[in-house]
T-cell receptor, first 113, second 111 residues
Framework: SAVISQKPSRDICQRGTSLTIQCQVD?????MFWYRQQPGQSLTLIAT?????????ESGFVIDKFPISRPNLTFSTLTVSNMSPEDSSIYLC??????????FGPGTRLTVT | SQELEQSPQSLIVQEGKNLTINCTSS?????LYWYKQKYGEGLIFLMM?????EEKSHEKITAKLDEKKQQSSLHITASQPSHAGIYLC???????????FGKGTSLLVTP
């Protein structure tokens, strides 16, 4: 199974600033996803990030707020821009392998003050 | 969109007891995934089921997908404190798609 790492693991940020979260996979994968998990809630998909194409965003999420890069098959970044306390969440990246199994990174715990 | 309903919402069991968590979909499932999450951490992949009637086991955890592919159950035998956490079911409408998740079942195992 794919091994996924995320940086940072956690951060405390001030309102109005931006944070870029990195997701690194130990193997090449086509499908990569970014999710958000707000306190006490389940996971919500932010966007699908496939290498070589623009990210596809879900309803309620826009590129200006959550720009995503996918420069190659093992790496992606998600930026949370102009943060507000409502952005305090755990952000998770996941990948789908050829077996259709989907694996998640350890998450980035973001607190916005 | 596909909705997943998990039951129960929370569960407290005594160590050594068996338990079952259910996940019901509003639509036919292409794939059903079970994950475990410790508080504030990432999701640990447990199992994926794709075929109607499929059953998979890993250590003391067994997951089944019904024939109609709209309901799955996760069964833990002889529960241990290490089984504590939040169990999430996820489903994809087709291969290569992101998962929709249920709201999770919080499990506490008492000594």
């Amino acid at each position: 199974s794919a091994v996924i790492s995320q940086k940072p693991s956690r951060d405390i940020c001030q309102r109005g600033t931006s944070l870029t979260i990195q997701c690194q996979v130990d193997s090449q994968v086509t499908m990569m996803f970014w999710y958000r998990q707000q306190p006490g809630q389940s996971l919500t998909l932010i966007a699908t990030a496939n290498q070589g194409s623009e990210a596809t965003y879900e309803s309620g999420f826009v590129i200006d707020k959550f720009p995503i890069s996918r420069p190659n098959l093992t790496f992606s970044t998600l930026t949370v821009s102009n943060m507000s306390p409502e952005d305090s969440s755990i952000y998770l990246c996941s990948v789908e392998e050829d077996s259709y199994e989907q694996y998640f990174g350890p998450g980035t715990r973001l607190t916005v003050t | 969109s596909q909705e997943l309903e998990q039951s129960p919402q929370s569960l407290i069991v005594q160590e050594g007891k068996n338990l079952t968590i259910n996940c019901t979909s509003s639509k036919t499932l292409y794939g059903l995934y079970w994950y475990k999450q410790k508080y504030g951490e990432g999701l640990i992949f447990l199992m994926m089921l794709q075929k109607g009637g499929e059953e998979k086991s890993h250590e003391k955890i067994t997951a089944k997908l019904d024939e109609k592919k709209q309901q799955s159950s996760l069964h833990i035998t002889a529960s241990q404190p290490s089984h504590a956490g939040i169990y999430l079911c996820g489903a994809d409408p087709n291969s290569g798609y992101a998962l929709n998740f249920g709201k999770g079942t919080s499990l506490l195992v008492t000594p």
